[in-house]
Nanobody
Framework: QVQLVESGGGAVQAGGSLRLSCVVS????????VGWFRQPPGKEREFLAA????????NYADSVKGRFTISRDGAKNTMYLQMSSLKLEDTAVYYC????????????????WGQGTQVTVSS
């Protein structure tokens, strides 16, 4: 069973930065597509960013493009989400996930999920 453990969430003022981390168990981390999602209060979960194999080009949701950066470290089995210029509307529970598919097209095609970490942005 693959387990994902997230860390790095918390409270931050608008304009600030946070880095989320997600450690993935097992020996096949480099074969996964890794992604980040979030669920704002009272809303559906939404895609933020994903990157395929190590060295692959990431793709981002328009809402976070230019502010968030996804990365992965195969030596540590860890994926990251660096968040900058945070806005009030970035307040949400953030989830990491991995997919065994070559090109997952939606969250239903991600196989394993982290437990979620709360990010709260205040003015």
């Amino acid at each position: 069973q693959v387990q994902l453990v997230e860390s790095g969430g918390g409270a931050v003022q608008a304009g600030g930065s946070l880095r989320l981390s997600c450690v993935v168990s097992g020996r096949t981390f480099n074969t996964y597509v890794v992604g980040w999602f979030r669920q704002p209060p009272g809303k559906e979960r939404e895609f933020l960013a994903a990157v395929r194999r190590p060295g692959g080009s990431p793709n981002y949701a328009d809402s976070v493009k230019g502010r968030f950066t996804i990365s992965r470290d195969g030596a540590k089995n860890t994926m990251y989400l660096q968040m900058s210029s945070l806005k009030l509307e970035d307040t949400a529970v953030y989830y990491c996930a991995v997919s065994t598919r070559l090109r997952p097209e939606n969250e239903g095609q991600y196989d394993y999920w982290g437990q979620g970490t709360q990010v709260t942005v205040s003015s």
